[in-house]
């Protein structure tokens, strides 16, 4: 019920107001369960992509956004559950995983349509980046539902990281057609088939939104890119510092330079009225 209304109103909503185009609607199967496996690049990912579907599609979500005290808290645990997100607690990563596989396995159960981010986090920068295979591939072949790769065109744009009010400008939504991955059926246990599921995925999201592939994860590159600001910002301040001491230097001998030529001029003036 409560979905119902949010989607009503939120999914509307958005449709108005940003106007996604959509490519590849009629790869989203009519019923029965299905994975949408898709590129991250804005918060907003989670809310556009089940804006254009007709049928409910679940992704999870950190177990802070139900927890958090106060009435901002319960608003947004209501907002988030009304569009279909499951909490799921991140406190430990292997923790986090294994409880987002048991939520897609149950959802995917029921018939319906789960959503993931193989890459596991949004991109820091734009690109695509490595998938991370324990959970698609593992729900994948838990389940047996066909994966729906499916690209976000844009939405960074329309409300970067840290940007609270979005940008109004018209996303994009390429969805392309089912993969089905029955012939690894009971090898859930062999690292190397679910790496090959997961880049299988993340290649076709890939062609689909035409984004730079990096062979590496994408929390990696967001520890690389922290790392080097903070470099980058250590050495302003010691650019800023070294200034400082030197404008302080110059400050110094003007000073001193001023006070000797004071004391010259003066001898010479007493020597001539001397004279």
């Given at each position: 019920m409560l979905y119902g209304v949010m989607k009503l109103?939120?999914?509307?909503?958005?449709?108005?107001?940003?106007?996604?185009?959509?490519?590849?609607?009629?790869?989203?199967?009519?019923?029965?369960?299905?994975?949408?496996?898709?590129?991250?690049l804005s918060f907003s990912d989670s809310f556009f992509l089940p804006a254009v579907l007709d049928r409910k599609v679940t992704f999870i979500a950190k177990a802070e956004y139900f927890t958090t005290p106060g009435l901002k808290g319960r608003l947004t645990a209501a907002f988030f559950k009304g569009v279909g997100q499951l909490p799921v607690d991140r406190s430990g990563a292997r923790g986090a995983g294994e409880a987002a596989i048991r939520s897609g396995i149950r959802v995917l159960e029921r018939g319906e349509l789960f959503g993931i981010y193989p890459e596991g986090t949004r991109s820091p920068d734009g690109r695509l980046y490595r998938g991370k295979p324990g959970g698609l591939a593992r729900v994948a072949l838990a389940t047996g539902a066909p994966v729906v790769?499916?690209?976000?065109?844009?939405?960074?744009?329309?409300?970067?990281?840290?940007?609270?009010?979005?940008?109004?400008?018209?996303?994009?939504?390429?969805?392309?057609?089912?993969?089905?991955?029955?012939?690894?059926?009971?090898?859930?246990?062999?690292?190397?088939?679910?790496r090959s599921i997961t880049d299988e995925v993340m290649y076709e999201i890939m062609k689909l939104s035409g984004q730079e592939y990096v062979d590496m994860y994408a929390t990696a590159a967001k520890r690389m890119i922290a790392e080097r600001e903070k470099a980058e910002k250590a050495e302003r301040a010691q650019a800023q510092k070294a200034r400082k001491a030197a404008t302080k230097a110059e400050e110094g001998d003007a000073g001193e330079g001023g006070a000797s030529g004071g004391t010259s001029g003066g001898g010479d003036g007493g020597a001539d009225e001397a004279a």
């Open positions: 109103s939120l999914g509307n909503g958005l449709k108005l107001a940003f106007r996604p185009w959509v490519e590849g609607l009629e790869n989203i199967p009519a019923e029965g369960p299905a994975i949408l496996a898709s590129n991250h790769p499916v690209a976000m065109i844009d939405t960074e744009k329309i409300q970067p990281p840290g940007k609270v009010v979005p940008k109004l400008m018209r996303p994009g939504i390429r969805i392309g057609r089912p993969l089905d991955f029955s012939r690894y059926q009971g090898m859930d246990g062999d690292r190397f088939v679910l």
